[in-house]
């Protein structure tokens, strides 16, 4: 993969990320959003009771701190891939990938203890709209140095 592709490839991922992030914060406020914050709760937990309510204030809180999270997840990721990636791959993803490791660990232990496996599995697939570009991404040519 050329590191313009992938650099592509990250961006369309993280407004992606962006606009998931956004949802989880307007989906328990926004009638029309709500059945997609259902849908992501029932698939977390591997449910299909349509929950009616996607919870009491607290809920509304982490899901406002979790989509926050995801909106500055993306815009880091767009911003390293704007102004770091063109310059440097290599640097772009020694500063992405133990970022998106930090946040697929934790938050696969989180959804575990909460008993929400199924999460694991999406956050896999997450995971890999980001990991897949940097580390297939060839770095460009550099021009040989005669002696």
Known sequence: MSPDHAARVLKTAAVLTLLFG???ILAPH?????????LFVD????TSDQAPDLGPPVAHL???IS???MVGLAVLIWQVTALIHPR????????LIPALLGWY??????????????NLVMNSAFLALFLVPLLLARPAARPQVSP
């Open 88 to 95: 440097d791959p290599v640097l772009a993803r020694r500063l």
């Open 62 to 64: 982490m899901f406002a």
């Open 30 to 38: 926004v009638a029309l959003l709500r059945p997609i914050g259902r």
């Open 105 to 118: 660990v934790t938050d696969c232990f989180g959804s575990a203890l909460s008993g929400a496996v199924f």
């Open 22 to 24: 956004l949802t989880l």
């Open 67 to 69: 989509g926050g999270l």
């Open 43 to 46: 698939l977390a937990f591997l």
